[in-house]
């Protein structure tokens, strides 16, 4: 990473210690380098309630120091993959190797034995007993946190805030600091508890109806309803009809859209061309309703039982179990969405003054500030001057932007480097595979984690910007990360093939919603597939063949 040591590495969390670290599941939610103000005011909240929540609510690990959880390194952020694991290893229905798998993207290494647990049998019934509580209550909580930022963001939305005055702007710049910790922690929940009642399932699954029961069990979970992106779509459907107006549909879900934690970021209510285009789509799609999805879904929960014998009530808690997590595990983003919504248009307005009293240029300039400067100065009528910061972390910013940091890295005070093999295994983890070594789909093919199942053939469509993007109805959507932002194009697409992610990245679940094949974790999709080559999605068996004599582009020079 030589590139990297040529940037300033002032906002970089570096630990004590060189520690591993993954981009492979959060590249959902932060799929490019973040702000330095998102950074400072949105990421470094969120990565305090890490410890908080998996020592004090869950007590799966001891008490470890936040940059070992999750970290910031060139704006870009990561999670720390040694605490995750061995939270795996102590939480019941859990393992590392599952974790790492469902999460990470890294195949069990078939060589190691089944990890036993971290714990004693008295800590993991300790641990057992929490996260029932836990079970129980998060869903609550998050509902509580909704109703309390609704209610925030409606104001917000109202207010004049020009008439606000700098003590009051500094009061909202410090509200998502202080109740974000608390905001995620329900996230964080139903992420453990969802990830380990999808292990559950699968296992059970696989035990009774054979090989074919990974494909079943995920054919199982499509089409549950009720996740709020989803929603959000159908709703597009009302509007298109006349039943809802356009502002109500902003008012109840104009606050999610594309990198949705990114102060600088626009959410799909103040894109008013991206919203009408999507109105005139969901006009067009009004009388193609179709069933398939869900009727495909009663067949699999129907072989499934039949498979299960006697243990049908077992299936119907575990069908029940995951099929309530999975909607929590994208719905509790709600709250916090909402909490950055409203910080967002409060760091417009601080951004604004500062620009009026002559410290920066532009109100862009001051996503490049950190929130401590922006509250120390926003309260001065004659602020210092931030533009060498500003030039500085914007260069940086950049310079990031324009680098490809390695999925899974090894970090130390001042340096980001690629991870041994050995490193890896010694987790029982396998190293990812490069596409066409032995083992993968081959020249012609790239292989990922089957995480919606069906076989589609169609042409594909290389997406990297979703408001830019041409999809046609029917193509197989290519994309290196998606997040909600996404959700529109899932839509059209006849079938998804993403680089990044496991079976509850927001991808595989909108693919399952909505019964389209999808391929997660191929890594390389995005750069050696081409847009109009035709290609086969195996979402079952996780392959994608190119057809008619196509070729792989060649794989990228190592760095």
Same mark, same amino acid.
């Given at each position: ?35 330095? &103000? ?67 993207? &890294? ?87 969802? @990830? ?179 509250? @120390? ?183």
């Amino acid at each position: 990473m030589r590139e990297l040591a040529t940037l300033d590495d002032e906002l970089c969390t570096w630990p004590a210690e060189p520690r591993l670290y993954t981009r492979a599941n959060g590249a959902d939610q932060w799929p490019d380098p973040v702000t330095p &103000l998102t950074q400072t005011a949105v990421v470094a909240p969120q990565i305090r309630s890490l410890p908080t929540t998996f020592t004090d609510v869950l007590g799966l690990i001891e008490r470890v120091p936040v940059v070992d959880c999750a970290g910031v390194f060139y704006g870009f952020v990561a999670v720390g993959l040694e605490p995750t694991l061995r939270m795996a290893d102590v939480m019941p229905g859990w393992s590392a190797q599952a974790v790492g798998e469902q999460y990470f993207g &890294l195949p069990p290494d078939p060589d190691c034995a089944e990890p036993r647990g971290g714990g004693s049998p008295l800590q993991v019934a300790a641990v057992g007993t929490r996260v029932v509580r836990a079970m129980r209550r998060y869903p609550r909580d998050a509902r509580a946190y909704e109703a309390e930022n609704r209610l925030r963001w409606d104001h917000a939305r109202a207010l004049d805030w020009t008439t606000v005055t700098d003590s009051e702007l500094v009061a909202e710049l410090a509200f998502y600091a202080v109740n974000a910790p608390r905001w995620r922690v329900p996230l964080l929940v139903s992420n453990m508890i969802a @990830a380990s009642a999808y292990e559950q399932l699968v296992k059970f699954a696989t035990r009774t109806s054979g090989e074919d029961g990974p494909a079943l069990a995920a054919r199982a979970m499509s089409s549950i309803g009720g996740i709020h992106t989803s929603d959000a779509m159908a709703a597009l459907g009302r509007v298109a009809d006349g039943s809802m107006t356009l502002d109500a549909w902003r008012a109840e879900y104009g606050f999610r859209g594309p990198i949705e934690y990114e102060l600088a970021s626009r959410p799909w209510g103040e894109n008013d061309e991206y919203l009408e285009r999507l109105v005139e789509q969901a006009r067009s799609r009004r009388d193609e309703h179709d069933d398939s999805d869900e009727r495909d879904a009663a067949v699999a929960r129907a072989q499934l039982r039949a498979d299960a014998g006697r243990r049908r009530p077992v299936l119907a808690g575990l069908l029940r179990s995951l099929e309530h997590h999975l909607r929590w595990r994208e719905n509790t983003k709600v709250p916090e969405v909402l909490g950055v919504a409203r910080l967002r248009l409060a760091a417009r307005e601080a951004t604004r003054r500062l620009v009026d009293r002559g410290a920066i240029d532009e109100p862009d300039d001051g996503w490049f500030l950190t929130f401590d400067e922006v509250v @120390a100065d926003v309260v001065q009528t004659a602020p210092p001057d931030r533009r060498d910061e500003v030039a500085r972390r914007r260069g940086v910013h950049e310079g990031a932007r324009a680098l490809e940091l390695p999925e899974l890295f090894l970090a130390a005070p001042g340096s980001v480097d690629v991870v041994p093999d050995e490193r890896i295994r010694a987790l029982g983890l396998l190293p990812p595979a490069p596409a066409d070594e032995p083992g993968t789909a081959g020249s012609s093919g790239l292989h990922g984690l089957g995480t919606s199942p069906g076989t589609v053939t169609a042409k594909v469509r290389v997406v990297t910007d979703p408001f830019a993007a041409d999809l046609e109805p029917g193509e197989v959507l290519v994309a290196r990360t998606t997040d909600p932002a996404w959700t529109p194009l899932f839509l059209d697409a006849a079938a998804a093939v993403i680089d990044l992610g496991g079976p509850l990245s927001h991808g595989a679940v909108i693919a399952r919603e909505l019964g389209i094949p999808c391929v997660i974790n191929v890594k390389e999709a995005s750069t050696r597939l081409a847009t109009g080559q035709t290609v086969t999605v195996d979402g079952a068996r996780g392959e994608v063949e190119l057809v008619a004599g196509g070729a792989l582009a060649p794989r990228a020079a190592p760095e």
